[in-house]
């Protein structure tokens, strides 16, 4: 996280908050993101408020915004990826390529 002063990112981000601010970069709302992640749209509001908070950022999207300079939104750091397959519906692939299919 070089790119951000040193007071600014306050710890390391969880797996959640990592996965939430990613999706929400990505233009997901929380009820999706909470979809997802299996967790009710509150939970997703208080992860993003955390990083928010761990990055000294004012709002959603200063957040993004910080994240994404500090490399925090690059592709090493997420263990899985989204993509739409043909029947519409949402599937999950981690890094051992296992997929599972989540939103139809």
Sequence with gaps: ???LDNDAFLGNLSNHELGC???????WEAKEIGYVFGIKEDSIHKFR????QKLN???IPNTV??????????VNNIDFLLYLNKE????????THQ??????
Excluded at 99 to 104: A, G, K, Q, R
């Design 99 to 104: 997929t599972e299919t989540i939103l139809t």
């Design 65 to 74: 915004y910080r994240a994404s300079q500090a490399g925090i939104l690059s």
């Design 49 to 52: 408020a955390r990083v928010s």
């Design 21 to 27: 601010i990613l999706l929400t970069a990505w233009g």
């Design 88 to 95: 519409n519906s949402f599937q999950r692939i981690n890094k």
């Design 1 to 3: 996280h070089k790119n």
């Design 57 to 59: 950022a004012k709002n």
